[in-house]
Each structure stands twice: as structure tokens, then as C-alpha cells.
């Protein structure tokens, strides 16, 4: 299934509103709103975030992503994670 149908069935099925997002940036925003846990919330799900903060969270992930195009590379290990952003941060840890 194309990834832009399964996102759009993520978005229908968790939540009520009826009109969904007509341009894709809409759509990828909403869906890294779930992702970064409006999911959670919204299934009764209590998870320990060891960042709490979900716009820093989002910072991480934007970080990650363009360091990840940058080389040219589609996936990393945790511990390449880990090493790349190990350093001192201004994240609430």
C-alpha cells in the first residue's frame, strides 16, 4: 500500500474530525502529531518519554532526518543515534 494511503488511513482512523488535510504538508504534520504522542493520548497510553518535551522531540527528529539526507543514507543504528546527539543539548532530558 503506498505510504501516503496509509498515512491518510492513520489520520481517518484516529480522528473524528471528517475532513482531512487537502495539501500532503498538512497530512505529514498531523501525522508527526500522532507520531510524537497524540497517539498516546488519544488510546489512553502512558509512556515515558526520556525527552519530554515534544517540540524538542521534534527537533531531534529534524535533526536526524536532515543528517540523514545529507549523507545520503535511508536508515542508522541506535548507536549511531546516540553518538550523533550524545553531546550537551539544550533538550529537557
Not at 492513520?10 to 500522532?34: A, C, F, H, T, W
Not at 524538542?56 to 532526518?65: Q, Y
Request: charged letters at 30%.
Amino acid at each position: 500500500m503506498p505510504l501516503l494511503l496509509t498515512l491518510l488511513a492513520l489520520l481517518s482512523d484516529s480522528e473524528n474530525e471528517v475532513l482531512l488535510p487537502q495539501r500532503r504538508e498538512g497530512i505529514y504534520q498531523r501525522i508527526l502529531g500522532l507520531f510524537m504522542g497524540e497517539w498516546d493520548r488519544a488510546k489512553g497510553i502512558k509512556r515515558t518519554y526520556a525527552i519530554k518535551n515534544q517540540a524538542d522531540r521534534l527537533r531531534i527528529l529534524e535533526l536526524t532526518a536532515l543528517d540523514l539526507y545529507a549523507r545520503r543514507q535511508r536508515t542508522f543504528s541506535r548507536q549511531d543515534f546516540i553518538g550523533a546527539y550524545a553531546g550537551p543539548r539544550s533538550f529537557d532530558l
